[in-house]
């Protein structure tokens, strides 16, 4: 991580003053509160440092800025680099820390996982965790930043798409306990490959035992045994298994898991989401919570932000899936909803991308099992899955042109999965 030299003899410690006095930190002068730190960004659409002297006017108590102009300013408190001073602030403030932290990553499911955590753990403990998909350089330490004094539990999401990023959120975040899902294919042209996915996720398991954490794993992950191999402070948990913690998949439309004669129902469709209740249960258990507690918590979850999630619209049962997409979480998808015994099933799938030169291949092999499967209707939307279909009626290159489709043409009285990556948009088909 980049060093950072602050003017005037600002330090790490008088950073963390400042935070100590501060409601918040926020990076949107915009969003500005009186009372946060406003820290400048310099993104590709604009520079934070421009916003400065707004943030201020709105009530900040300072602001983070590193354009040598504002120096001297008042309010200013300036960084030769407001990300990497940014990145090291959160650091230092989650070195304050008293209480576990537990990071999670992986290709597919992290983020529901996460969800299914927290109300876990919070049947026992005051927990934070990881607001929406603030699991990337910035929005690790912005998550950091804003665990309260209170807590008693932490729980970091971490995101990557390309080599050493969760090395590099490991050493900010450097947690004690970590997690990872899965290892799919996700983000195959920033990793190289699907090797490049595992070598690149498996970061976070390598950071835990070079600082003498604690692994959880799951036994299905055979691909990630060669890593832990050997390591001593590893928690396992799996379907069925006599090895850790166990339990097994009940069959059903939504995800139900059943761990000795205790059943935990859920509100997450898809028989794939057990691997993610299981976790949740293994973690808690191993923290000390009721299995009881944590099964009526995660009874009482309900997703959303269109991930797993069930919802009726205009006549149709949708399962709104279209937060975001790779080949091994489309294939799931697309398998649990073949399963299902509803009709007629009407199946949208919109392109996955960052697959590089894997995409053609893939969006041939996705397409190929949605044919072979029971669907009343085949939709695809976008240029991968064009160039792999071909001519017909129910293509369309855009979800725009789809949307105008179906304001012609209502799709009605159907169980419909909308699944795709998050650039194609297609919860913008609910309304």
């Known amino acids: 991580m980049a060093g950072f030299f602050i003017f005037e003899a600002m330090s790490v410690t008088q950073l963390l003053e400042i935070h100590s006095r501060c409601s918040g930190v926020e990076i949107d002068s915009r969003k500005v509160k009186p009372g946060n730190l406003f820290v400048a960004l310099k993104g590709e659409q604009a520079d934070g440092n421009k916003f400065a002297q707004k943030a201020l006017d709105a009530g900040a108590i300072a602001a983070l800025v590193d354009d040598p102009a504002l120096k001297d300013q008042p309010g200013m408190v300036w960084a030769e680099d407001a990300l990497a001073a940014l990145q090291q602030l959160a650091t230092a403030y989650r070195k304050t820390f008293s209480f576990p932290v537990l990071a999670l990553t992986g290709s597919n499911g992290k983020t529901t996982t996460k969800e299914l955590l927290y109300a876990a753990l919070s049947t026992k403990y005051r927990t934070y965790a990881t607001k929406g998909n603030y699991n990337n350089h910035i929005g690790v330490p912005l998550t950091l930043l804003s665990v309260p004094k209170d807590a008693e539990f932490a729980i970091i999401e971490m995101g990557a798409n390309h080599q050493g990023e969760i090395a590099m959120l490991s050493e900010i975040a450097r947690p004690e306990y970590g997690f990872i899902t899965n290892i799919g294919k996700a983000h195959l042209e920033g990793f190289g490959g699907l090797a490049g996915v595992k070598k690149g996720k498996s970061e976070l398991y390598r950071f835990l035992m070079a600082n003498s954490g604690t692994i959880f794993f799951n036994n299905a992950n055979e691909v990630l045994e060669d890593v832990v191999a050997g390591y001593d402070k590893v928690i396992r948990f799996g379907i069925g298994t006599a090895d850790g913690f166990s339990g097994e998949i009940l069959p059903g439309d939504f995800a139900r898991i059943k761990v000795g004669d205790t059943e935990i129902a859920s509100s997450l469709v898809g028989s794939f989401n ?50 975001n997409a790779n080949p091994s979480s489309m294939s799931a998808a697309i398998a649990h909803f073949a399963s299902m015994p509803v009709q007629p099933k009407v199946l949208i799938i919109g392109d996955m991308m960052e697959l590089g030169e894997e995409a053609a291949a893939e969006h041939a092999a996705i397409l190929q099992q949605a044919l072979r499967s029971d669907f009343q209707r085949i939709i695809t939307v976008g240029t991968f899955f064009g160039a792999a279909r071909g001519a017909s009626p129910d293509h369309f290159d855009t979800t725009e042109a789809l949307l105008e489709y179906i304001r012609e043409h209502p799709i009605q009285q159907r169980y419909i999965l909308l699944k795709g990556s998050r650039k194609m948009g297609l919860e913008r088909l609910l309304g």
């Open 274 to 323: 057990g691997q993610n209740i299981l976790a949740a249960l293994c973690i808690g258990d191993h923290f000390g919570c009721s299995l009881e507690a944590m099964a009526s918590a995660i009874a009482a979850y309900l997703p959303d932000n269109n991930r797993s999630q069930w919802l009726e619209h205009n006549g149709n049962h949708y399962i709104s899936d279209a937060y």
